[in-house]
């Protein structure tokens, strides 16, 4: 079976600094992958080469048979497979829930009004928030935001999702709120992949765990390698990171 | 000798309508050409940056003055003659475009890089991305300082007497010249600039106060 996501050595340097080291995993459909580490590991930096927010300097990268790394890429066509959440909700402030749902919908998809405000009804539904559809961002709370921007991405009914550290603004009531969000999304069988510093949530949720340290894939295993690290890094990861 | 009667008033408030006019007319053009000037200001390209920053640093480091005198006697000379009011509107746009592009792109790139970004992710394309993300966005920050330079736009066209167009400054010099009381006529003309002009400033003060609360009302 063809992966829905693939990395294959992939390197990418900000200048003087290689941020990734010759990174290679793979996602198969309907699979929830979190990738682990210390700030600086390149794992944000990995996530982001995925949709093409970042480009490499070599590799390959694919997402369900298109090649990301392709110059000639179809930018807005990857885009419309790949979901993307981040740490900052990145809401559009003046524009309402509902507004900031069907904003892609409408103008992407050419979807009529009427049937857009039903997706956005449908999506918040998702994600538990069906009474805030008329609410502007900055009457929710970060966690409501942050749902909200999950509704965002899922009403373009993307392939796949990417979650870049998605909870590391919210305390840790609000986090539980957007995490359960997130396992219902990867039990309806959404192929994920998310940057996190919940251990709990990859280990509970994951189907695989990848840790990545100083750019390189590190330890890659199941949830319960997280119980048994073999590697010395990934065992000081934890120590200090729990 | 007469003194200063209705009727040199009546033509002071014609003269102050002239005054509006070109403000409207230099402040539209020059809305649509800043527009561009901001665009290019912003544009991925980097020779379309570079060459519309020289436009800007010319233009804003030349007196208005001198592009009046070289729109209106300067293209003269080549054979393009411009009505006084064409050739102060031009001017006056060319003006406006180099000022109010760079206030526009400093609004625009003020608004979070992770704005754009969440857009395109979302399949959106530039353009979308800037219309509908970005620019409702930088419209609140842009306000209060294009309403500044609008009464700045306003102030200026008095400039354009030295073309011989007929507005306030000019409409004030003829009078002056037949009754030879300065101090009245020009006292009454800038009455009429301040008419013009307070009304604005407070209303760019006042948005500034909205702005800077930057709360929107509960809906």
Redo the contacts between chains.
């Keep these: 079976m063809s992966a829905a996501v693939s990395l294959r050595d992939v390197h990418k340097r900000f200048g003087e600094v290689e941020v990734l080291k010759g990174v290679s995993f793979d996602v198969a459909p309907g699979e929830v992958v979190a990738v682990i580490g210390r700030s600086g590991s390149g794992k944000s930096t990995a996530l982001r080469c995925v949709n093409r927010l970042e480009t490499i300097q070599s590799g390959e990268i694919e997402v369900h048979g298109r090649r990301v790394d392709d110059p000639q890429l179809d930018l807005r066509a990857l885009r419309r497979d790949v979901g993307m959440v981040f740490q900052s909700y990145n809401l559009f402030p003046h524009l309402t829930v509902a507004e900031n749902i069907t904003l892609a919908p409408r103008r992407v998809r050419k979807t009529p009004q009427a049937e857009a405000r039903h997706i956005a009804v449908e999506a918040l539904a998702r994600v538990g928030l069906s009474d805030k559809i008329d609410a502007y961002p900055e009457q929710l709370s970060g966690g409501q935001q942050q749902r909200v921007a999950i509704a965002r991405s899922l009403a373009m009914e993307p392939k796949v999702m990417l979650f870049d550290e998605v909870t590391s603004a919210l305390d840790p009531h609000l986090t539980g709120e957007v995490l359960k969000v997130m396992e219902a999304l990867a039990k309806g069988g959404m192929t994920m992949l998310v940057v996190t510093h919940e251990m709990a949530f990859a280990r509970r949720v994951a189907d695989r765990v990848i840790f990545m340290h100083t750019g390189k894939v590190w330890e890659t295993g199941a949830g319960e390698m997280l119980a048994n690290p073999q590697t010395p890094e990934l065992r000081e990861f934890l120590a200090n990171g729990l | 000798m007469g003194g200063f009667t209705l009727v040199h008033f009546v033509y002071l408030l014609q003269a102050t309508l002239w005054t509006v006019v070109l403000t409207v007319l230099a402040f539209g053009l020059g809305s649509l050409a800043g527009f561009v000037v901001m665009l290019a200001r912003t544009a991925r390209t980097r020779w379309i940056r570079a060459v519309s920053m020289i436009y800007v640093d010319i233009i804003q480091g030349t007196p208005l003055l001198i592009v009046l005198f070289l729109i209106y006697f300067g293209l003269a000379v080549v054979g393009i003659e411009l009505p006084a009011l064409l050739a102060a509107a031009i001017s006056l746009m060319i003006y406006c475009s180099a000022f109010l592009g760079e206030i526009w792109r400093g609004c625009v790139q003020s608004v979070?890089r992770?704005?754009s970004?969440?857009?395109?992710?979302?399949?959106?394309?530039r353009w979308?991305t800037l219309v509908?993300?970005i620019l409702?966005?930088a419209m609140?920050i842009a306000t209060p300082p294009t309403v500044g330079f609008l009464v700045q736009v306003l102030k200026n066209t008095s400039l354009a007497s030295v073309a011989g167009f007929v507005e306030l400054t000019r409409a004030s010099q003829v009078i002056n010249n037949s009754l030879f009381q300065p101090f009245l006529v020009f006292g009454i003309a800038g009455a009429l600039y301040f008419a013009l002009c307070y009304p604005l400033s407070r209303l760019s003060r006042a948005l500034e106060r909205k702005l800077n609360v930057g709360?929107?009302q509960?809906?």
Excluded at chain 2, 117 to 125: I, K, M, P, Q, S
């Design positions: 979070p992770t704005q970004e969440a857009a395109e992710c979302l399949g959106l394309t979308q509908d993300v409702p966005q609140r709360r929107r509960p809906a």
